[in-house]
């Protein structure tokens, strides 16, 4: 191997904390390298074995150690960014080898198994234009993760001069220097996710593949920007080949809305949604794993129906259409929240359901907002850093808690002679994720000293406990919060009463209550009765489709409630709206012998429906 004096000193060296960041430096330059030697960190992890009293075996395994590593560099000169690229497909396993991190392979291999030295941050990198308005592009698109908590880098591929009356000019940033900052950004900060938008040109596409099959990443969000919502365009005509015949088969997911599946596909016209069921398949032709075509733009759809197809199934996605100009930068928006859920570990159904999720709130919540004179404005992405400001420093609420809701009732516990302590601990040890007190006889006295006892118990499970309208019981035991009905106390109210740091739940049938509840700052909504109860007198029962329409009108997570048990929880669950977060229940626990026995039948139920509905 041919090698220079300086690189050659460099590693004939100690491979040290320097060294490893030097041997980076050189990887970037193109010198072509030796392996690099190991004598310092092996030195050391010998003198580790020694003190172990398993020298021998320490002996063994770092000579082991030493030739598989001089192996890989030999044969992988981007080692450190696959390794990093590898080890970081497991939560808690964390590879510090960015440059001048770590002390030598050995070292670096070694604190690849140590578990919980720092925090990872879900990381998606997104390569696409600057849109000076903010409202679309790079500004967009970190706005949009930041929001959903993963980390945003960025590669500008343009620069535009935008703002919301259209797009006055455009500057392509040269190829080299795409590749340059893809190399910066690749390299050394761990990218779990890369996101597409606006490149301006083939050679953009082409130095983009190739990055990426230098530094893998786990997933690809190609939006295949081509014009703006202004009608400017924002790539060249050759960029479509160079989708078609490369990027596209490297995608986990190509998101075109109808124009641009339009002209990915020659020019055909996209009219209805069957036409979006067949442009979904024909992209899927072109390579990407998944293809979601966006309907936001359809003539005379009432509602926003995006077509989901994983090369299998078809998913019809649906999201009630918000009226408002303010719509500049939905598409990049979308596509960088599917990105950063994919960054955070869900699977890709999910992670297209809780974007249009975002997205359909952060449209809401923006449909008055006035920034520029122009016809498109821009969203407010951070619209929950303001809907929750009265939340601030608040304990926050975990919408997983909701997955089994064990709700207490007295007349059963008195019916099967059970304490309301036994009651909740059974349910808890059975797989309650949260618990409320609904004692409609108690006595205040006996009530509070009741809940006071299974706060103890809830906390020591870290199951939150609510309790049903009682405000004042809630704030005497220091329950973690209340659940309200409509005749009860206000939510508004009670969050005035309660303060940010208490979780909030309203009992909501119709959309109208669900938006209530959120402009009064609950937590969540229960929605009910999905089913016919007996439990509670004269109550109107909603069923799947009333339950179907709260959930896609709420901005809250969403629990279901009434007549739900092992029967009928798995048909609750498959109405596959991804703001429905679990059941809520009372007979089919508490009105049961053995309260355990149920409650893990329960959430064997859920758990199952739940994953062959993500598996699907
Ligand atoms: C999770 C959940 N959802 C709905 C209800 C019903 O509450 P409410 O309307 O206040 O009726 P009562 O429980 O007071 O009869 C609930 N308790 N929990
Ligand atoms: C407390 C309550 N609220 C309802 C609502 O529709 O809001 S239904 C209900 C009773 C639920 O009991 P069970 O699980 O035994 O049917």
Redesign the pocket.
């Given at each position: 191997m041919q090698m220079s004096q300086a690189a050659r000193e460099l590693f004939e060296a100690r491979f040290d904390k320097s060294s490893l960041s030097s041997f980076n430096e050189a990887l970037k330059s193109g010198v072509d390298l030796e392996p690099p030697k190991l004598s310092h960190g092996s030195r050391r992890f010998h003198r580790l074995a020694l003190f172990s009293g398993r020298r021998r075996l320490f002996f063994f395994l770092s000579t082991l150690a030493q030739i598989v590593v001089k192996r890989a560099f030999a044969t992988e000169p981007n080692l450190f960014s696959l390794l990093q690229n590898y080890t970081r497909s497991f939560p808690g396993i964390r590879a510090r080898i960015s440059r001048g991190s770590a002390s030598g392979p050995i070292t670096a291999a070694m604190s690849t198994m140590c578990s919980g030295c720092g925090r990872r941050m879900p990381h998606v990198l997104t390569v696409a234009g600057s849109d000076s308005g903010a409202g679309a592009g790079i500004q967009a698109d970190i706005k949009a993760c930041g929001a959903l908590g993963a980390y945003c880098s960025s590669v500008v591929t343009a620069v535009t001069a935008q703002n919301t009356v259209g797009v006055q000019g455009v500057h392509p940033i040269p190829e080299e220097f795409v590749e340059e900052q893809l190399r910066s950004v690749l390299e050394d900060m761990g990218v779990d996710v890369v996101k597409t938008g606006m490149l301006p040109s083939v050679g953009v596409v082409k130095v983009l593949c190739q990055s990426l099959k230098k530094f893998p990443v786990r997933a690809l969000v190609v939006d295949p920007v081509m014009v703006s919502t202004s009608g400017d365009v924002l790539a060249e005509s050759s960029t479509l080949s160079g989708y078609r015949d490369e990027l596209f088969a490297m995608a986990d997911i190509v998101t075109p809305n109808v124009k641009e599946a339009s002209a990915l596909l020659g020019g055909v016209p996209l009219r209805t949604v069957a036409d979006m069921y067949s442009a979904a398949k024909s992209i899927h032709n072109l390579g990407p794993k998944n293809v979601l075509v966006k309907g936001g733009d359809l003539p005379e759809s009432s509602d926003a129906i995006d077509i989901f197809f994983d090369g299998k199934k078809y998913h019809e996605l649906l999201g009630l259409r918000v009226k408002t100009h303010n719509t500049h930068g939905t598409g990049c928006t979308l596509a960088s929240c599917i990105a950063a859920e994919l960054a955070k570990g869900l699977p890709m159904l999910r992670a297209v359901q809780n974007a249009k999720t975002f997205v359909q709130n952060a449209l809401d919540y923006s449909k008055d907002i006035i920034i520029g004179n122009g016809p498109q404005g821009p969203l407010d992405h951070l619209f929950s850093l303001e809907t929750h400001s009265c939340n601030a420093g608040a304990r926050s609420f975990n919408a997983s808690d909701l997955f089994l809701?064990a709700?207490t009732d007295s007349t059963m516990n008195r019916k099967w002679n059970r304490s309301i302590v036994a009651a909740v601990k059974a349910s808890i040890e059975g797989g309650a994720t949260i618990i409320?007190l609904?004692e409609k006889e108690a006595e205040t006295c006996e009530f509070v000293e009741a809940a006071t006892a299974c706060i103890q118990i809830c906390r020591s499970s870290g199951v939150p406990l609510l309790i049903?309208?009682r405000i004042d019981v809630a704030l005497a035991c220091d329950a973690d919060g209340v659940?309200?009905?409509?005749s009860?106390m206000p939510a508004r109210i009670a969050r005035k009463i309660l303060g940010p740091g208490k979780i909030i739940?309203v009992?909501c049938k119709t959309p109208a209550q669900a938006e209530q509840a959120w402009a009064d700052g609950a937590d969540y909504i229960?929605c009910?009765g999905v089913f016919p109860t007996a439990t509670?007198q004269n109550n109107t029962t909603v069923g799947l489709d009333g339950l179907k329409s709260v959930c896609l009108a709420s901005k809250l997570p969403v629990?279901a409630?009434g007549g739900i048990g092992v029967v009928n929880a798995r048909s609750v669950m498959e109405i596959g709206v991804p703001n429905l977060k679990g059941v809520?229940v009372v007979s089919a626990l508490f009105d049961r012998e053995c309260i355990l026995t149920e409650a893990r039948k329960l959430r064997s139920v859920l758990t199952d429906s739940v994953s062959e509905f993500l598996l699907r």
């Open positions: 809701y709700v409320q609904r049903n309208d659940h309200v009905g409509q009860d739940g009992s229960g009910g509670k629990v409630i809520a």
